[in-house]
Structures are given as structure tokens and as C-alpha cells.
């Protein structure tokens, strides 16, 4: 695990690059603290840079890599699990590979196989490969977009790096706002497509890859998408060989992200994703002890899931390690966040992430996760809300078995108390009217712009354009041959929710050079996963029904049968009306941000008091705020960092 940076001209001299490029990899130190590197090229003014955190062989995977040959020259980011099957079928094609280092498996794969080696990785990557001979920069992100790219390019100069902060720090780049990308933000708290919430910087997407050349003495870029889930539904298999087949594959799956040359352990929240990966990891551990970390909060019994992580840690034999977060430490603790994390992106989850990974680093290099679990396994109770009023409008009106992968209102019935807790949320959704198309009624249930559209100067923060978030929204969820309203949903999450996701947990780890790997994201399960009739998947509206069958024997019953899974919440609005009320003022009634012209103060006021518990709006409007501190502003490191 690493951070990578890099720089394509039409002029400069090795000089010139050189400076600019320790520049960039100064800002993601943290990335790497176990080695830096600078390649220059020495007829193009082309420059490559890694910072490097040793994971595998540690003695031998120095960046910039560079073939025998001297064509190729990479750098990387990532972890390439199938390393060592793609080593020998490499050495048995006659290359020339020395170490144990995924890094140079990586090199001359794409010298043996061209921009189609990609389909051959196994793992999580940023990469960027420059070909000497060629004059062409070859960069891609791996297939969900757990590792990240950023990159800007004006005709005359391409800068990409694995945090936004990188690209900022070259002097040629001044942080502008995207208007564009601010409107994606308070809409879904986080950004659609290639958008970032910076003017001029965009994000290589998941499943992409990008091509620079040199025509002449100018610089020509190219983007394209190698990789997408396709939705060719199997009607020949029974459900319990989608069991089976599931199990098989988080087993192989585990099996591979065990890999590692230095100390390795999990996150364990007490849920059933992250208690699946600790149970079925450490049954393949021989004996060894993994470690384990948690955190929790004190206010109260709704934010403290140790319990259930102590029993899955006694169940599965691990050493036990945890951590409790004071909101005593928010005015310190946020403005360093925001800076690690480049965008306000998510929940306050990021909160605990951090402390978590920050626990974990004092122990291990490596941890693994269970991010994923609730986008790719229908986890979340959104998906049986907006199911209820589909299923609801097919009973009505006599269509329910139109559909060729229809969900019965009957049968979704015994499954309903799911939606106990959520009935404000039905109360939004329904407000609004009922049974309208299904992009419409879904946009509901994940767009968290109610109540913070007025707390801004819209036209000052939409500037000249005339953006829709619902259109991009609508480009994605109407994808063609997704087959079900369960396909659309989960489809939509995995190209914008998790991505969000995947960002806290790649820089909360990062921020303490710690690699975080999440089992139940390779990508044979999501590809698996799409191949399964809806009706079976959702069979009964019941949320993750064939992951929970196919890790039943492996998990404590007292975690398999829960109904009060939290999702980590914290415990924000009693810090911001407590021990944190004067930040949080202070912070979003300044002079400052009053003279930002983005806010309607006194609504932001009305706000701050009448916040509702695990309400998003005044985390949504501090963080906007110390962002523009941070980036716009130019406050670029907060005190700690």
C-alpha cells in the first residue's frame, strides 16, 4: 500500500520536475513511510514518484519499478492477491522476475500482456505504467474503485496522484470549488462520475483506465471503462447452488487477502459482515491468534456494539482489542480529517473509521474489513421500503406477476418488522406520493438534500450552471438489462455509494499507514452476484439472505440471529449540542463563513438547535465549511497533522 504521483509536459526541465514532484508526494507522506522514489525520464519531460508502505517483500519492491529491459517503469499502489500464480506463469514465459513483489508481477504482466492483463488482477490497484518506447503513459483503477486516482490535465500538462492534496500542492494547480460537484454533494453527500468538488480535478473512475501521449509536443488523454457488471441471469441453478457457489468464493476470497508478509488483523464492529471475515479468516489460520479492533462511544447503550464484538472474539479465538471515542476531541480531531480525506464525502462514520484504523496501527500493517457487504448482499432497509411500495402497487393493481422476477407482497409480509425503526423514513418517502416511477421513488430514499436546500444561497453555489444530480442519478439506476428494481438499486450503490465508502476507508487506513483490504469486494463475488435471479436474491425481501446461508455454520448464532445491527452510528448530534456546541458554532457561525456567501445564517442557526438525532445536516454543513477552510481557503494543514 502506497501513494503514487506523477507528471507528463509538454516542456520542463528534470529540474523543474523534480521539485515539483517532491512536492506532491511530501502532501501523501502518510501513504508511505517506508520509502520514497523519483524517476525521471531523460527525453521526455515525464516524471514518476511513490511513497511506499512494505507489504509484500519488503526487501525487494523499491518504487519506481523499471523492467530489465528498462521499456517499462511503474508505479503502484495496491495489492495484487493472485501475485504469485501470475509469477509463475510469467517466469514460465521466460521474464525475468526476481523478487517476491507483486509490483514486479504487475510490470511485466502488462509487458507480457498488454492494457488486457487487467482482466487478469486479482486485487485492489492505482497504477500507472510509462512505455519508454512508446512515449505513452498507461494508468487504471481497479474494478470498484478501492484504491483511488485523481488527476488534472489541460492540454499541456497531465498531474495525477493518489490524493487530491498531491495535485494541489504542484504550483501550477489553485483549488477552485466545482459547482457541480457541491450540488452532487448535498444531494447525496458525496460525488457522481468522474467529479470531485474541485474545479479541474477529476477522479479516473472505477473500472477505468486512461491512456497519455505525446503527438508532436503536445499532449493528447484518453479514458475509457474496462470493466462493468453484467447482468447475464442464471435460471438453470436452484438456490442452494448460489449458496454454495457464494461460500466457495468468500473462502477463496479470504484466502487470497490473508496474503501478506507482515502482521496482519480485522476490523470487528460486531455485525455480520465483519464477523463473517474474522470467522472464516481465522479457521484458515492454523492455530495463530489474529487481532481484532473495535471501537465504541459512551453515551449510551444505542452506540456500543462491544458486546457482540466480544462474543464473535471469543467465538473465533482472536486477541481482543478496542477503543473508545470522546467527542471531547472533535474540534481537533475533524479539521485533521478533512484534510486526510481531500472531500467531506459520507457520514460521521469517517469519525470512528479513524480512531479504528488508528487502534489497528499500533498493532499491525495489514487489516481487513467488511465494507461492501450491505451494497453487494442487499443489506440496507432502503431497499425493503422501496420493494414494500412496489410490491404494494402490484397487489393493487393486479401486476404483480408481470414481472419475470417479481417479489410477492405476500411474501415480503413476515419480513417487515425490518422496517420498525424506519418509519420516518417511509413517512418521506410517501409524503411525496406514491407508485411513481422507479427512479423517481428510489432518488427518494438516497437523496439527503431535505431540509439543507435552504440553509444555502442556491445561486451562489450553483454559480452559471444548470447541473441536474437527478439526471446523473438516472443515467446510472436506467442502466439497460438490469432486470429487477433490486438490480437498479444495488446497481446505483455499487457505482456511488460504496465508492464514497471505499474513500473514508482508504484514507482513514492511509492517514495512519495502515493497508485496509475488504474481503467481500472481489471481484468474482460482484460479478457472482449479478448473475443470480432478483427473485432469489431478494428472495422475500429478506436482506442478505444468501450471504447469511452461506456463512451460517462459520458465525455465533447470537450474531446470525441479530435484529438491532447498528451500523456504527455516532453519537454527533449529542456532541454538537454538548462538549462540541462551541466548535460547532463558532465553526458555521463565524465572520468567516458568513462572508463566504454561501449560507443563509439564520437557517443554519435554526439548524444547529433543531437538529434530530443521527441527523446529516450540520455534519453536512461543518465539514462543507472546513473544507473550504482547509482547501479553498488555503489553511492546508490543520494543527496535528
Known sequence: MCGIAGQLSASGSPGELQASLTKMMTAIRHRGPDGDGIWLDEQRPVALGHVRLAIIDPEHGKQPMVTEDGRFIVVFNGAIYNYLELRRELIGKGHPIHSYSDTEVLLYAYREWGENFLTRLHGMFAFAIWDKAEQKMFCARDRVGIKPLYYCFDGQRLLFASEIKAILAHDSVRAQSNSEGLQDYLTFQFCLDDKTLFKGINKLEPGYCMSAWYQGNELKLKTRQYWDVQYNIDEEHDERYFIDTLS??????????????????????????????????????????????????????????????????????????????????????????????????????????????????????????????DELFIGYARYMAAYLEKCLSGAINQTANQSRFAVSLESIVPNLPLLGTYQPMLQGLWRDGLFGPPDERYFRLVDRSEGMNQLFNLDALRGNSNYSPFESFQRIFNRSELHSLVNQMTYFDLKGSLPALLHVEDRTSMANSIESRVPLLDHRIVEFLATIPPNIKFSGGRVKHLFKESVRSAVPAAIFDRKDKMGFPTPLTQWTKGVARDFVRDTLLSDRARQRGLYNVSAVEKALSNEREYGRIVWGLLCLELWHRIFIDGDMKPSGV
Open 248 to 373: 466457495g468464493l468468500l473462502d477463496d476470497s479470504i484466502r487470497l487477502h490473508m496474503r501478506s508478509d507482515v502482521p496482519l488483523g480485522a476490523h470487528l464492529s460486531g455485525g455480520l459482515d465483519s464477523s463473517s471475515i474474522v470467522c472464516l479468516a481465522s479457521r484458515m489460520l492454523g492455530g495463530e491468534q489474529m487481532k481484532t479492533f473495535t471501537g465504541a462511544f459512551n453515551e449510551g447503550p444505542q452506540f456500543d456494539e462491544t458486546a457482540y464484538a466480544k462474543e464473535v472474539s471469543s467465538f473465533a479465538g482472536t486477541a481482543y482489542n478496542e477503543v473508545y471515542i470522546s467527542g471531547n476531541d472533535l474540534p481537533d480531531m475533524l479539521p485533521r480529517l478533512m484534510h486526510y480525506m481531500d472531500e467531506p464525502l459520507a457520514g460521521p462514520g469517517v469519525i470512528p473509521q479513524y480512531y479504528v484504523s488508528k487502534l489497528a496501527s499500533e498493532h499491525v500493517k495489514v487489516v481487513m474489513g467488511g465494507q461492501g457487504g
